[in-house]
């Protein structure tokens, strides 16, 4: 079965440029995350999505980030003007509902994002 | 915020000892999970706590959700090459869908 899957896997670009990243969760989990991890904060949760709905957003840094889920296999994150201190590796995880699986996320690959 | 103190930070060992490495919560967790992340990678989920004093395998990895509810231990045994990576505790609060993660510790281990 496929897992998470992000695009695009590397990222460079210039500062004041719009970034963005894409999300295709596992096929039949309802709930969305998305995070940043830097080796100076972590893992880092910026917001996540319940059947498409944004749950928690308080995450998210700044008014330059944005989320949308617009259906159930496919969400983005994007960043507008993007800056240097917004280089991180950016994750995307899946969560089934159910007993004992709400809680259980699993993580994409990553979008290495470097803003010059 | 919640907060998740993981230790040790690092660890350096000889393939084939074991490994333990633990977290701890100054709240009382509903879950407890252990992910492993290689370099360039996501996390991957190794193993799931749902229920206080669960002791759950996975192969040569083992991991108990603290009697408390407020820590987890996750031991390896047997250490081998591929088991060099930054391991995560992370954990849940009741009726909390958001995930809260310790600070990782790495694992470097000398053939």
């Known amino acids: 079965d496929a897992g998470v899957i992000q695009s695009p896997r590397h990222e460079v670009t210039e500062m004041g440029q719009e970034v963005t990243l894409r999300c295709k969760p596992i096929?039949?989990?309802?709930?969305l995350f998305w995070y940043r991890q830097t080796m100076m904060r972590g893992l880092e949760l910026l917001i996540y999505?319940?059947?498409?709905?944004?749950?928690?957003d308080s995450g998210m840094p700044e008014d330059r980030f944005s989320a949308k889920m617009p259906n159930a296999s496919f969400s983005t994150l994007k960043i507008q003007p993007s800056e240097p201190r917004d280089s991180a590796v950016y994750f995307c995880a899946s969560s089934p509902q159910g007993v004992g699986g709400t809680d259980t996320q699993y993580f994409g690959p990553g979008t290495r994002l470097t803003v010059l | 915020g919640q907060q998740l103190n993981q230790s040790p930070q690092s660890m350096f060992i000889q393939e084939g000892e074991d490994v333990s490495m633990n977290c701890t919560s100054s709240?009382?967790?509903?879950?407890w999970l252990w992910y492993k992340q290689d370099p360039g990678e996501g996390p991957v989920l190794l193993i799931a706590l749902y229920k206080a004093g669960e002791l759950t395998s996975n192969g040569r990895l083992t991991a108990q959700f603290g009697i408390t509810r407020k820590d987890s231990f996750l031991n390896i045994s047997a250490s081998i090459p591929s088991d060099v990576g930054i391991y995560f505790c992370a954990g849940s609060l009741q009726g909390a869908q958001k995930l809260v993660f310790g600070q990782g510790t790495r694992l470097t281990i000398n053939p």
């Open positions: 709240s009382i967790f509903n879950t």
């Open positions: 999505f319940n059947n498409n709905v944004p749950i928690d």
């Open positions: 096929s039949g989990h309802n709930s």
